[in-house]
């Protein structure tokens, strides 16, 4: 090669090689700037980051099979999802408190929901009425909410931003939502800087497919000064009407517009957090206040303050299901609070007590199964059949109450001292069943 043509192409490789050394300093740069920006202030984010304890969930040392019979059962992991039906935040230890893990579905979207109710025992077209109910959404309904994303973060003393007067210190800690949003740009100098911030996104997270996010954040326990700005409103979720705090005003409008346009609803949104002196009573299959001590309750769960499964039972289910997009039946898409594994498949279907290092614990009934499941939590796309449709036919009648309902996992309410009583929950601990005997699961809705 001729030596002027070398020296060339040494250049361009010097030039080349000190364009992507630079993008990558660029890119570790925004990526810290991206981490300095999403802490909050005088509190620290809590939660496994990382590696799930669900990462070996498919593996088939947890088919629940030739179980060795000294093997105690077992916490697999832990999950809370603080904004119902969005992302869990998954824990290595909880507190458990009368509504279940702290921190779990206490925020709820609603949409606004117009519909025709008769006004006494009649005719639907001679004597009805239009009414306007804040009725809550789930993934049922709006996939998408899947997508969500949450975080907790709790005040932190030893941070050496903590001061009792930081914004989100003084609501003892906040929840942080996100959501990908690609905003639209054209050439113009608006546009550029969009395009830029696009670009950002993809540079700072080293991933083609990444999109800027947008953030909002939720007070946990919102002092009085915060708290005077929201309003108390009735909502609907399920057959309740509990009264909640709207707390939609700490969303600014632009961000909700965003926001709704993710999740494809067209209806008014709004959210609402529970009110912790208000809690839904739970009924039903749960103890009574002579047997508890206290009458169970929860916030924006769907009906029982906690809810358990077994991986080998999961498994099971995964192994009959043909058509399922995915190779593996996820166990999260089922969003129970705890995962166990040492059982064997179903063997939590009689569960009647059970009892881990620090508490026991009420197993109420079966969970009734929809068909939320068939979202895919990793991409919020819903399946049209699967699994429900095998749920159906092998989980069907397994529970005389639940009659054609399937069911999978169990319910559970926390045994506690009394109703502000708290225990404790972690990873790796051991679940002793203390009881067994027969379900009989009480219906919400008769059909
Ligand atoms: C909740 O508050 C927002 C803003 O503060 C308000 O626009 C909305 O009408 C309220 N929603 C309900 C259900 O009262
Ligand atoms: C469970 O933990 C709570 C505190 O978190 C404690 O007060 C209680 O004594 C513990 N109970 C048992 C049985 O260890
Ligand atoms: C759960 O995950 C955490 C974080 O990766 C890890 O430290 C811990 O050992 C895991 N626990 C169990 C019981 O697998």
């Not at 984010?45 to 590696?51: A, E, V």
Request: hydrophobic share 35%; charged share 25%; proline share 7%.
């Amino acid at each position: 090669m001729d030596s002027s043509l070398q020296g060339g192409v040494i250049a361009l490789i010097t030039i080349l090689a000190a364009s992507i050394a630079s993008l990558l300093a660029f890119s570790n740069q925004l990526r810290k700037d991206q981490e300095s920006e999403s802490t909050i202030p005088g509190c620290r984010r809590i939660g496994l980051i990382g590696r799930s304890n669900m990462s070996d969930q498919y593996s088939p040392k947890h088919n629940g099979e030739n179980l060795d019979s000294s093997a105690a059962c077992k916490i697999k992991a832990l999950f809370i999802y603080p904004v119902k039906s969005c992302k869990p935040v998954e824990l290595e230890d909880s507190d458990v408190i009368l509504t279940g893990l702290r921190y779990d579905r206490q925020f709820c979207f609603t949409q606004l929901k117009t519909e025709q109710v008769e006004k006494e025992e009649g005719d639907l077209s001679v004597n009805s009425e239009w009414v306007h109910n804040w009725k809550f959404i789930t993934q049922r309904n709006v996939p998408r909410l899947s997508q969500v994303d949450t975080q907790i973060w709790i005040p932190d003393p030893s941070s050496p931003t903590y001061s009792p007067k930081a914004e989100w210190v003084k609501s003892q800690g906040c929840v942080v939502c996100s959501f990908a949003f690609t905003p639209e740009w054209s050439w113009n100098m608006n546009g550029l800087r969009t395009a830029f911030s696009i670009f950002k996104a993809k540079l700072a997270q080293r991933d083609i497919e990444a999109e800027p996010r947008i953030t909002f954040k939720l007070p946990i326990a919102p002092d009085e000064e915060r708290s005077s700005k929201y309003t108390r409103e009735v909502m609907k979720i399920w057959k309740d009407s509990p009264t909640a705090i709207n707390i939609t005003s700490e969303i600014p409008p632009e961000t909700l517009g965003k926001l709704k346009y993710f999740l494809g609803v067209s209806n008014p949104i709004a959210l609402f957090k529970a009110d912790p002196l208000n809690h839904r009573k739970v009924f039903r299959n749960a103890p009574r206040i002579e047997e508890a001590g206290y009458q169970p309750g929860v916030g924006f769960a769907d009906a029982y303050p906690l809810s358990i499964m077994g991986v080998a039972s999961v498994q099971k289910v995964s192994k009959t299901i043909t058509n399922l997009p995915t190779p593996h039946l996820d166990a999260l898409r089922f969003r129970a609070n705890i995962y166990l594994t040492n059982a064997p498949p179903f063997a939590e279907d009689d569960w009647k007590q059970i009892r881990s290092r620090n508490l026991s614990y009420h197993v109420s009934c079966r969970t009734t199964r929809c068909d939320l499941p068939n979202v895919d939590p990793v991409t919020g796309i819903k399946d049209r059949a699967e699994p429900y449709k095998t749920l159906k036919q092998t989980r069907g009648f397994v529970d005389k109450g639940a009659g054609a309902h399937p069911v999978l996992g169990m319910q559970m309410v926390p045994l506690l001292e009394d109703a502000a009583g708290k225990g404790e929950i972690r990873v790796g601990e051991e679940m002793e069943v203390v009881k067994t005997g027969e379900h009989f699961y009480i219906r919400l809705f008769q059909d």
